[in-house]
């Protein structure tokens, strides 16, 4: 089965019922498996209730650089962290093309968050956006987990890759002007690969321009599957492998 590791399917970004819809839709196209993550605190609840009504549904807890206002300690709490659908810390990290002015702050919350991860030893999904030297100076390797939805430079890449993280790829890997994005994920090793749609953002090509969904993960396995030069089965498999090592909680 293929697995989405990182769609948001909070009611807050599907609408009431069109999470529903959006599952029932991956599963029918083999995406079997599907990880939450949360961006505004508002979100966890949602996450919390959707991981816990669908068994294939795992979910990550972390609050996004665009939310510095938030305390993580209000949140990411003892029960929230110990619950058995609650495979890591994410999204968590820096994002300086939007909001640069509150770089301070921004790495306050990801330093605070990083703490937690370390001492609940959980893996973390990494944001980062045009944030590289304090990304790769914060990260030293303290923590380990994922830099999702990487579009990054190979140079980042390679710092990462020798603190252990994985890195994960979403539809932008599939658009047509992302030649530096497929010649990043080309060097990666393919043990240290996962895949995710960041749904309902960055639909894969055919779907550009349309709300993306789990079920189009497909499209972006297809494309990493031509550039590591495997057939898209035996990808499928090494991918559910390499998402079972980035998440030891996962279960299925
Ligand atoms: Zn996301």
């Not at 919350?109 to 973390?124: M, R, S």
């Not at 559910?240 to 998440?247: A, D, F, G």
């Amino acid at each position: 089965m293929f697995i989405d590791t990182h769609c948001h399917l909070t009611d807050r970004h599907c609408g009431d019922g069109d999470a529903k819809h959006a599952i029932e839709n991956a599963m029918a196209s083999g995406v079997g498996v599907m990880i939450c993550p949360t961006a505004d605190p508002a979100d966890i609840p949602g996450a919390l209730k959707i991981a816990e009504e669908y068994s294939n549904i795992f979910c990550t807890i972390g609050i996004h650089p665009e939310y510095t206002d938030a305390n993580p300690a209000d949140f990411l709490t003892d029960d929230v962290l110990q619950n058995p659908r609650v495979v890591g810390i994410g999204e968590i990290g820096l994002d300086y093309h939007y909001n640069a002015d509150t770089r301070m702050q921004q790495i306050e919350l990801f330093e605070k968050q990083l703490a937690i991860a370390k001492k609940y030893n959980l893996p973390v999904a990494i944001h980062t956006r045009e944030a590289e030297n304090d990304t790769a100076q914060i990260l030293n390797g303290d923590v380990c987990g994922v830099m999702h939805c990487y579009t990054s430079s190979w140079d980042l890449a390679k710092k990462m890759l020798d603190r252990g993280f994985m890195f994960s790829t979403s539809g932008i890997l599939t658009f047509k002007n992302s030649g530096d994005i497929r010649e990043t994920f080309s060097k990666i090793p393919i043990d240290r690969i996962v895949i995710e749609t960041d749904s309902p953002y960055c639909a894969p090509v055919p779907y550009r321009g349309k709300t993306c969904e789990p079920a189009m993960v497909i499209e972006t396995a297809r494309v990493l599957a031509d550039i590591k030069g495997v057939e898209l089965p035996e990808l499928e498999r090494i991918l559910e492998e390499n998402t079972k090592r980035l998440y030891p909680k996962i279960q299925f």
